[in-house]
C-alpha cells in the first residue's frame, strides 16, 4: 500500500470516539433535515444564518424546531402547510417547559428567499428529490473526498466510481442538470474531457444539495433525467476560516460578515491540486492532470425587503497524459460571473431576478503512433480548440397563498460557440470489421449561435389536508439550428401527492422533459457539423414514503420513455482509454427510441444516539432500439445496492459505505472474423454482462479544539479490498490465415484510492 494508504489506514484507527444523546448543528442545517422530511419551511436570511448553533436530538421534529427558535427569540407561522420562520415580539415567548407557543397570529416577518426563489422545503413534493446537507455530503465515504460524490449513492444513479457525475435512472451522463444559487452551469467538473473524475466544487461551501432523479419542477428546463440543485452557504460552525492540505487539494475558504444599516456577508473559496491518484483508469505511464479553481460571493440587505447578491468563479484544468505510443493534453478554461436581486414586493410574494456570464474555452490534443506489426498504419493526431461566451437573464417569481403556491418565470439567453478542428486518424483494420471508415481526416470550423429561452408556471394546491396537485407546463424555444432554423417545445407535467395518514405518504407524477442540444453541444469532435432535433422523454412515477421516529422507508416505481433521440458517439468495447475519439470501436449510435423502468428502494434508520444507517437498493432495465432490435445500454446495472452506516460523536466520526450491482455491459467479438466480414454493431453491442462491481470504503474524522481553533484530521479510503472492477473489453487484433484473430483483453478501473487531509479552522 502506498504512503498515503498507509496513512489513511492510520486515520482510521486514531481517536476514541464518544456517543452524544444530543448533537450540535446550525439553525440552517437544521431547517435543511426538516426539510428532507417534507415539511415546507421558507425564511429570511437575516433571520437564519450560519452563526446560530442550537443543540437538537438525534431525531429531529417541528418540536426541536420550535424549542430551536425560541431559544432565539424566533418562532414560526403557518399558513396551510407551509412554514414561514418569524421574529417573536418581546414577552410572545412561552417560558421553559410550558405548553407551545401558538405562532398562527405571530407578525409575518419580510422574507428574503435567497439562493433561489424556491427554497421552500421540498419544492414540488410529487417530485422524486433527496436532499443532502453538510453532514450528509461529509460523513460518508467519498472518493478523494469529493463531496458531490454522495449523490452517486442514491437510488436510481449508475456509476463503476470514476466519474463524479452520475448517470440517474438509465439517462445518458449529458442528461443532468447542474444549477448553483438559481445559474445553469456548464461541465463544472475537473478532468471533464476524462469522464468528469472530480467535481469543481468546494465542499466547505455548500449548504445543501437538492438530487432530483425523475419528476422534477418545470422551472428546471432543458435536461430529461435529473438535477442537481446546489446552495451555498454563508457562515457555518463558527469558525470563519478554513485552511487545508489534502491528497487531491489545498484549500482556503474564509467568509465574513459586515455592515450594520445594511449587514452583509461573503464568502472566497481557492482550492489547487493534482489528480494523478485518481486516474489510474487511463492507460498511461505518466500523467501531469493540474487543476484550480476560485470562487467568491458577496450579498448586501438593501432593505428588509430587498437583498442583492454577486459572484465569480474561476476554474482551469492543465492536464497531461503521456506514454511511449500515445499523448493526450487538455486544456479547460471557465469564468463565471452573475448577480441577484432578491425582493420581497409583499409578506407573501416574493421575486428572483438574476443575470449570468461564461466564458468557456477547451484546447485537446490528441497523438498516437502505435509501433504495431500487425497494423502498422494505425495511429494519427487530433486538436480540437471550442470556445463557448453565454449571456443569460433570468426571473423567477413565488406566491404563497391560503393553500396554495404559485411559481413562474421566464429565462432568456444568448450564446455562441466556436469550433476549430483538425484531425486524420487510422483506426486500423478493426474499424472496417466494424463497418467504421478505417481513416478519417476532417477540417471543420463552425460558428454557431442564437438565441434561446423559456418559460414556466407551476402551482401547488391543497383542495383538502390529505391532498395536493402540482400541475405545471413549460415552454422553450432555440433559434441556433443550423438547417432548421428556430424550434419550441412544450412539456406540460403534473403531480399528486395524497397523506394515508401523519406517517404515510403516496406521491403520482407524469410529465414530458425536452432536452435540446446547446450551442456547445455539436458533436465535432465525431465530425457532426449539425443540431439534432430535440430529444425528448415522457416519464411516469409512483411512490410510497413511511415516515417513523427513527426510521425512514421510500419505494419509487419510474417509466421513462424517450423519442427523437440524437445520434451519439460511444467506444463500444472500453469507453476509459486515453483517446477515445481515436479508437477504432468509436461508433455512431441513433436509436429510433428508448426505455427505462425500475424501482427505487430507500430505507434509512437513526439507530441509536449517534448511529445512523442507511440501505439502498434499485432494479433497473434500460434499452435502446436499434434497427429494431432492442440493446441494452452499457450502464443499465439490473440490481444495485448501496449500504452504509455511519457514527456521529462530538469529535468523532466514521462511516462504512458498501456499493454492490450487476455489471455493466461491453461488446465481444468472436475469435476469428473472415476477411472482408463486416460485423452489424447492433446484433453485437453490448452483449457481455461484466463482472459484478463491488466496492467497500471508509471514512474517518476527528478534531480537537484549542479556544477559537480547530483542527480536524480525515481520511476517506475507497476500494479498501482493492477489487479490480471490470470497465470493458479491449481487442488485440492479429492477422491469421483466411482472415483476422481477435483476442479480448478485460480492462479494469480504480483500485483502492486513499485520501487524507487536515484542516486548520479559526
Same mark, same amino acid.
Given at each position: 500500500?502506498?504512503?498515503?494508504?498507509?496513512?489513511?489506514?492510520?486515520?482510521?484507527?486514531?481517536?476514541?470516539?464518544?456517543?452524544?444523546?444530543?448533537?450540535?448543528?446550525?439553525?440552517?442545517?437544521?431547517?435543511?433535515?426538516?426539510?428532507?422530511?417534507?415539511?415546507?419551511?421558507?425564511?429570511?436570511?437575516?433571520?437564519?444564518?450560519?452563526?446560530?448553533?442550537?443543540?437538537?436530538?438525534?431525531?429531529?421534529?417541528?418540536?426541536?424546531?420550535?424549542?430551536?427558535?425560541?431559544?432565539?427569540?424566533?418562532?414560526?407561522?403557518?399558513?396551510?402547510?407551509?412554514?414561514?420562520?418569524?421574529?417573536?415580539?418581546?414577552?410572545?415567548?412561552?417560558?421553559?417547559?410550558?405548553?407551545?407557543?401558538?405562532?398562527?397570529?405571530?407578525?409575518?416577518?419580510?422574507?428574503?428567499?435567497?439562493?433561489?426563489?424556491?427554497?421552500?422545503?421540498?419544492?414540488?413534493?410529487?417530485?422524486?428529490?433527496?436532499?443532502?446537507?453538510?453532514?450528509?455530503?461529509?460523513?460518508?465515504?467519498?472518493?478523494?473526498?469529493?463531496?458531490?460524490?454522495?449523490?452517486?449513492?442514491?437510488?436510481?444513479?449508475?456509476?463503476?466510481?470514476?466519474?463524479?457525475?452520475?448517470?440517474?435512472?438509465?439517462?445518458?451522463?449529458?442528461?443532468?442538470?447542474?444549477?448553483?444559487?438559481?445559474?445553469?452551469?456548464?461541465?463544472?467538473?475537473?478532468?471533464?474531457?476524462?469522464?468528469?473524475?472530480?467535481?469543481?466544487?468546494?465542499?466547505?461551501?455548500?449548504?445543501?444539495?437538492?438530487?432530483?432523479?425523475?419528476?422534477?419542477?418545470?422551472?428546471? $428546463?432543458?435536461?430529461?433525467?435529473?438535477?442537481?440543485?446546489?446552495?451555498?452557504?454563508?457562515?457555518?460552525?463558527?469558525?470563519?476560516?478554513?485552511?487545508?492540505?489534502?491528497?487531491?487539494?489545498?484549500?482556503?475558504?474564509?467568509?465574513?460578515?459586515?455592515?450594520?444599516?445594511?449587514?452583509?456577508?461573503?464568502?472566497?473559496?481557492?482550492?489547487?491540486?493534482?489528480?494523478?491518484?485518481?486516474?489510474?483508469?487511463?492507460?498511461?505511464?505518466?500523467?501531469?492532470?493540474?487543476?484550480?479553481?476560485?470562487?467568491?460571493?458577496?450579498?448586501?440587505?438593501?432593505?428588509?425587503?430587498?437583498?442583492?447578491?454577486?459572484?465569480?468563479?474561476?476554474?482551469?484544468?492543465?492536464?497531461?497524459?503521456?506514454?511511449?505510443?500515445?499523448?493526450?493534453?487538455?486544456?479547460?478554461?471557465?469564468?463565471?460571473?452573475?448577480?441577484?436581486?432578491?425582493?420581497?414586493?409583499?409578506?407573501?410574494?416574493?421575486?428572483?431576478?438574476?443575470?449570468?456570464?461564461?466564458?468557456?474555452?477547451?484546447?485537446?490534443?490528441?497523438?498516437?503512433?502505435?509501433?504495431?506489426?500487425?497494423?502498422?498504419?494505425?495511429?494519427?493526431?487530433?486538436?480540437?480548440?471550442?470556445?463557448?461566451?453565454?449571456?443569460?437573464?433570468?426571473?423567477?417569481?413565488?406566491?404563497?397563498?391560503?393553500?396554495?403556491?404559485?411559481?413562474?418565470?421566464?429565462?432568456?439567453?444568448?450564446?455562441?460557440?466556436?469550433?476549430?478542428?483538425?484531425?486524420?486518424?487510422?483506426? $486500423?483494420?478493426?474499424?472496417?470489421?466494424?463497418?467504421?471508415?478505417?481513416?478519417?481526416?476532417?477540417?471543420?470550423?463552425?460558428?454557431?449561435?442564437?438565441?434561446?429561452?423559456?418559460?414556466?408556471?407551476?402551482?401547488?394546491?391543497?383542495?383538502?389536508?390529505?391532498?395536493?396537485?402540482?400541475?405545471?407546463?413549460?415552454?422553450?424555444?432555440?433559434?441556433?439550428?443550423?438547417?432548421?432554423?428556430?424550434?419550441?417545445?412544450?412539456?406540460?407535467?403534473?403531480?399528486?401527492?395524497?397523506?394515508?395518514?401523519?406517517?404515510?405518504?403516496?406521491?403520482?407524477?407524469?410529465?414530458?422533459?425536452?432536452?435540446?442540444?446547446?450551442?456547445?453541444?455539436?458533436?465535432?469532435?465525431?465530425?457532426?457539423?449539425?443540431?439534432?432535433?430535440?430529444?425528448?422523454?415522457?416519464?411516469?412515477?409512483?411512490?410510497?414514503?413511511?415516515?417513523?421516529?427513527?426510521?425512514?422507508? $421510500?419505494?419509487?416505481?419510474?417509466?421513462?420513455?424517450?423519442?427523437?433521440?440524437?445520434?451519439?458517439?460511444?467506444?463500444?468495447?472500453?469507453?476509459?482509454?486515453?483517446?477515445?475519439?481515436?479508437?477504432?470501436?468509436?461508433?455512431?449510435?441513433?436509436?429510433?427510441?428508448?426505455?427505462?423502468?425500475?424501482?427505487?428502494?430507500?430505507?434509512?434508520?437513526?439507530?441509536?444516539?449517534?448511529?445512523?444507517?442507511?440501505?439502498?437498493?434499485?432494479?433497473?432495465?434500460?434499452?435502446?432500439?436499434?434497427?429494431?432490435?432492442?440493446?441494452?445500454?452499457?450502464?443499465?446495472?439490473?440490481?444495485?445496492?448501496?449500504?452504509?452506516?455511519?457514527?456521529? $460523536?462530538?469529535?468523532?466520526?466514521?462511516?462504512?459505505?458498501?456499493?454492490?450491482?450487476?455489471?455493466?455491459?461491453?461488446?465481444?467479438?468472436?475469435?476469428?472474423?473472415?476477411?472482408?466480414?463486416?460485423?452489424?454493431?447492433?446484433?453485437?453491442?453490448?452483449?457481455?454482462?461484466?463482472?459484478?462491481?463491488?466496492?467497500?470504503?471508509?471514512?474517518?474524522?476527528?478534531?480537537?479544539?484549542?479556544?477559537?481553533?480547530?483542527?480536524?484530521?480525515?481520511?476517506?479510503?475507497?476500494?479498501?479490498?482493492?477489487?479490480?472492477?471490470?470497465?470493458?473489453?479491449?481487442?488485440?487484433?492479429?492477422?491469421?490465415?483466411?482472415?483476422?484473430?481477435?483476442?479480448?483483453?478485460?480492462?479494469?478501473?480504480?483500485?483502492?484510492?486513499?485520501?487524507?487531509?487536515?484542516?486548520?479552522?479559526?
Amino acid at each position: 500500500m502506498t504512503i498515503r494508504g498507509l496513512l489513511a489506514a492510520g486515520c482510521l484507527l486514531a481517536a476514541i470516539p464518544g456517543f452524544a444523546q444530543e448533537r450540535e448543528v446550525t439553525l440552517a442545517q437544521l431547517i435543511v433535515e426538516l426539510q428532507s422530511q417534507g415539511y415546507r419551511i421558507i425564511y429570511s436570511d437575516r433571520l437564519v444564518h450560519g452563526n446560530q448553533r442550537v443543540s437538537v436530538p438525534e431525531v429531529v421534529d417541528l418540536a426541536a424546531l420550535r424549542v430551536a427558535l425560541a431559544g432565539l427569540g424566533l418562532g414560526y407561522r403557518q399558513i396551510g402547510d407551509i412554514l414561514t420562520v418569524v421574529a417573536v415580539p418581546a414577552g410572545a415567548v412561552s417560558p421553559a417547559g410550558a405548553a407551545p407557543l401558538s405562532t398562527a397570529e405571530l407578525p409575518l416577518e419580510t422574507v428574503i428567499v435567497t439562493g433561489s426563489v424556491h427554497r421552500l422545503s421540498r419544492p414540488g413534493r410529487a417530485s422524486s428529490v433527496y436532499s443532502l446537507g453538510p453532514e450528509e455530503l461529509t460523513v460518508g465515504p467519498n472518493i478523494a473526498s469529493d463531496a458531490i460524490r454522495a449523490a452517486s449513492r442514491l437510488p436510481g444513479m449508475s456509476t463503476i466510481g470514476v466519474s463524479a457525475k452520475p448517470r440517474i435512472r438509465g439517462g445518458l451522463h449529458d442528461e443532468l442538470l447542474i444549477m448553483q444559487d438559481g445559474v445553469e452551469l456548464l461541465e463544472p467538473f475537473h478532468l471533464a474531457d476524462y469522464h468528469s473524475a472530480y467535481s469543481s466544487f468546494d465542499d466547505h461551501t455548500i449548504e445543501s444539495l437538492d438530487v432530483y432523479t425523475g419528476g422534477f419542477p418545470s422551472r428546471y $428546463g432543458n435536461r430529461m433525467s435529473g438535477v442537481m440543485d446546489i446552495r451555498n452557504e454563508w457562515v457555518s460552525d463558527g469558525y470563519d476560516t478554513d485552511i487545508g492540505v489534502s491528497s487531491f487539494a489545498n484549500f482556503l475558504h474564509t467568509r465574513g460578515r459586515f455592515g450594520e444599516q445594511r449587514p452583509g456577508n461573503w464568502l472566497l473559496s481557492l482550492r489547487q491540486g493534482d489528480l494523478s491518484d485518481l486516474t489510474d483508469y487511463i492507460q498511461s505511464r505518466s500523467g501531469e492532470p493540474e487543476y484550480a479553481d476560485v470562487a467568491t460571493r458577496v450579498t448586501v440587505a438593501m432593505s428588509n425587503a430587498i437583498s442583492a447578491s454577486a459572484g465569480l468563479a474561476y476554474a482551469e484544468d492543465d492536464v497531461l497524459f503521456r506514454d511511449e505510443e500515445e499523448r493526450s493534453s487538455a486544456q479547460v478554461t471557465t469564468h463565471y460571473g452573475w448577480g441577484a436581486l432578491d425582493w420581497a414586493l409583499q409578506p407573501t410574494l416574493y421575486t428572483r431576478l438574476t443575470v449570468s456570464w461564461l466564458d468557456f474555452e477547451r484546447e485537446k490534443q490528441l497523438s498516437s503512433f502505435e509501433m504495431d506489426e500487425e497494423d502498422p498504419g494505425k495511429g494519427g493526431a487530433l486538436d480540437h480548440r471550442q470556445s463557448v461566451q453565454r449571456f443569460a437573464l433570468r426571473n423567477d417569481w413565488s406566491a404563497v397563498m391560503d393553500s396554495a403556491l404559485l411559481e413562474y418565470g421566464w429565462q432568456a439567453e444568448y450564446s455562441s460557440s466556436e469550433y476549430r478542428h483538425r484531425s486524420f486518424i487510422d483506426r $486500423g483494420e478493426l474499424a472496417l470489421i466494424l463497418g467504421n471508415p478505417q481513416e478519417v481526416v476532417r477540417r471543420i470550423e463552425e460558428n454557431p449561435s442564437g438565441w434561446s429561452g423559456g418559460a414556466y408556471v407551476q402551482a401547488e394546491w391543497a383542495p383538502n389536508p390529505r391532498l395536493s396537485l402540482q400541475p405545471s407546463l413549460r415552454w422553450d424555444y432555440q433559434d441556433y439550428y443550423i438547417d432548421t432554423g428556430a424550434k419550441h417545445q412544450v412539456s406540460p407535467r403534473i403531480g399528486l401527492t395524497w397523506s394515508f395518514s401523519d406517517s404515510l405518504l403516496g406521491r403520482v407524477s407524469a410529465g414530458r422533459f425536452y432536452q435540446p442540444e446547446g450551442v456547445q453541444e455539436l458533436q465535432v469532435l465525431d465530425g457532426v457539423t449539425r443540431f439534432f432535433p430535440p430529444q425528448y422523454a415522457d416519464q411516469l412515477v409512483t411512490a410510497l414514503e413511511w415516515e417513523g421516529d427513527r426510521i425512514h422507508l $421510500g419505494v419509487e416505481l419510474y417509466y421513462k420513455r424517450y423519442r427523437e433521440q440524437k445520434e451519439r458517439f460511444e467506444n463500444i468495447f472500453n469507453p476509459f482509454v486515453l483517446l477515445p475519439e481515436m479508437e477504432p470501436d468509436r461508433v455512431a449510435l441513433r436509436p429510433d427510441k428508448a426505455l427505462v423502468r425500475g424501482v427505487d428502494v430507500d430505507a434509512r434508520w437513526r439507530i441509536a444516539g449517534a448511529v445512523s444507517a442507511a440501505l439502498r437498493y434499485s432494479y433497473m432495465d434500460a434499452r435502446d432500439r436499434l434497427e429494431g432490435e432492442w440493446v441494452d445500454r452499457r450502464w443499465s446495472q439490473r440490481h444495485t445496492v448501496n449500504a452504509g452506516i455511519a457514527w456521529r $460523536g462530538d469529535t468523532f466520526s466514521a462511516a462504512l459505505a458498501l456499493t454492490w450491482h450487476s455489471g455493466w455491459h461491453s461488446t465481444t467479438l468472436p475469435g476469428f472474423v473472415p476477411e472482408g466480414t463486416v460485423i452489424a454493431v447492433p446484433a453485437v453491442l453490448n452483449n457481455t454482462e461484466l463482472p459484478r462491481y463491488f466496492s467497500l470504503d471508509a471514512s474517518v474524522r476527528k478534531h480537537w479544539v484549542w479556544g477559537r481553533y480547530r483542527l480536524e484530521v480525515y481520511a476517506d479510503i475507497a476500494n479498501i479490498s482493492d477489487r479490480g472492477n471490470a470497465a470493458g473489453i479491449d481487442f488485440d487484433i492479429e492477422e491469421v490465415e483466411g482472415g483476422y484473430a481477435l483476442l479480448p483483453d478485460r480492462e479494469y478501473v480504480l483500485g483502492t484510492v486513499p485520501s487524507v487531509g487536515v484542516t486548520l479552522s479559526f
